[in-house]
Each structure stands twice: as C-alpha cells, then as structure tokens.
Nanobody, 123 residues
Framework: QVHVVESGGGFMQAGGSLRLSCTAS????????VGWFRQGPGKEREFVAG????????DYADSVKGRFTISRDNAKNTVYLQMDSLKSEDTAVYCC????????????????WGQGTQVSVSS
C-alpha cells in the first residue's frame, strides 16, 4: 500500500504564489508517476499536472500552463507543484495521486491518493 500526503496549501491573494508538496511511502518513490488534481467548489475533480517517475515526461492542464510547474526530488521522496500568478479560479482542494504506471490525465490512471490540501485565492 502506498501512503500519499500533501502539504503546503493555504490562503493567497490573486497574483501570488504557493508551493505544494507531495510525499509517498510504502513503495520506492522513484518507481511512481505522480499527478496533481484539484476540485473546486461545485466542480468535478480535474487534472492539473503530472510527472513521470524520472521526471522525463511532464504534462499540464491548459488552464495552468505557464503558471504552474511540477517537479520532483526523488532523493527527498517529494513532488512539488509551484503555483505562480494564482487566480481566484485556482481555488480548490488539491490532491496528489501516485501510481506505478506512466503519467496520465485521468483519475483512473492513479490508484493511490492523498487526502488533499486546500488552496484559497482571493481576487
């Protein structure tokens, strides 16, 4: 069983930055592809960004391209989501997900999920 934990959420004004972190235990971290998803108020959960086990493949949702950056440090068992130029529409619960398969954009691509961390952006 893989245990996934997110941290780093909080409150920020529009235009500001936040960095989320995701750690996973129970499996060799460098074996895992990791994705970030979010669910805003009254919305369905959506893909935000994903990174392959070695970092060689990265994908972003169109809505965050150029503003968010995903990266990983396998020595620290951590994946980061740097969020810059935040907008009010980025307000959501952000969840980290992991799996042994390659990076994907679908919820079904990931078997292991964290509880989520709240990000609130005021306009």
């Amino acid at each position: 069983q893989v245990h996934v934990v997110e941290s780093g959420g909080g409150f920020m004004q529009a235009g500001g930055s936040l960095r989320l972190s995701c750690t996973a235990s129970g499996r060799t971290f460098s074996d895992l592809a990791v994705g970030w998803f979010r669910q805003g108020p009254g919305k369905e959960r959506e893909f935000v960004a994903g990174i392959s086990w070695g970092g060689g493949k990265i994908d972003y949702a169109d809505s965050v391209k150029g503003r968010f950056t995903i990266s990983r440090d396998n020595a620290k068992n951590t994946v980061y989501l740097q969020m810059d130029s935040l907008k009010s529409e980025d307000t959501a619960v952000y969840c980290c997900a992991a799996d042994l398969l390659g990076v994907g954009k679908l919820i079904s691509n990931y078997n292991y999920w964290g509880q989520g961390t709240q990000v609130s952006v005021s306009s």
